[in-house]
């Protein structure tokens, strides 16, 4: 009875390196959030995904950033060239319908760009 | 722009004591309204949520109560013990279809720091 898995939890990368993020959503749930908490803030919305399909991506970043959910595996969150400013947690909610339900919260990724 | 606000970054409340966490909102399309803990170092768990058609939904201990006219909903926690010290986080989401009725607009937190 597996929740929201996430990995890695922690993640340093030098400036100008790839971050992967992957996230597992909880089983029977087939639309996974990903969300971002800067220090001293609330979490921000960046995408939400279905299997195969980006449904929204209004929350991301225009440049750097990319998430995928295929069809078998996880949710990917991808950043390349990693900049300070990425630093942050990341989570990973996952929900059984088109959010109207409590999503469900993974333990996040935390991301220190160095 | 925030949108929920929590305009108090900390409480401490006593053992055994009433807990009341407040929140306010701007945005008049939100119409669900959710409360979410978080302890250190890991995400947040959902706790209680409440419907604009409703002004008060309890739970055990945790009841929600939502003033759609003040644009303003609290949390009560009753009574409050020790291992209810964590962040809690309001938010909220619209109600109407399409883009953005999935996304949940975050507060930026009340930590609560029950003491024994």
């Known amino acids: 009875n597996a929740g929201v898995m996430q990995n890695p939890r922690h993640l340093v990368r030098r400036r100008g390196q790839e971050a992967r993020l992957r996230c597992s959503p909880m089983k029977g749930h087939s639309h996974v959030y990903w969300y971002r908490q800067l220090p001293e803030e609330g979490l921000k919305f960046m995408v939400y995904l279905q299997k195969e399909n980006i449904i929204d991506e209004s929350g991301m970043p225009k440049e750097r950033f990319s998430a995928e959910f295929p069809k078998e595996g996880p949710s990917i969150l991808r950043i390349q060239q990693v900049v300070r400013g990425d630093s942050a947690a990341y989570f990973c909610?996952?929900?059984?319908?088109?959010?109207?339900?409590?999503?469900?919260f993974g333990q996040g990724t935390r991301l220190t760009v160095v | 722009d925030q949108q929920v606000k929590q305009n108090s970054p900390s409480l401490s409340v006593q053992e055994g004591r009433i807990s009341i966490l407040n929140c306010d909102y701007t945005?008049?399309?939100?119409?669900?309204f959710l409360w979410y803990k978080k302890y250190p170092a890991e995400g947040p768990t959902f706790l209680i949520s409440i419907s604009s058609i409703k002004d008060k939904n309890e739970d055990g201990r945790f009841t929600v109560f939502l003033n759609k006219s003040a644009k303003h909903l609290s949390l009560h926690i009753v009574p409050s013990q020790p291992g209810d010290s964590a962040v809690y986080f309001c938010a909220a989401r619209a109600g109407y279809s399409g883009a953005g009725s999935y996304q949940l607009t975050f507060g930026k937190g009340t930590k609560l720091s029950v003491i024994p």
């Open positions: 909610a996952s929900s059984d319908d088109r959010g109207r339900t409590e999503a469900f």
């Open positions: 945005n008049s399309m939100f119409d669900y």
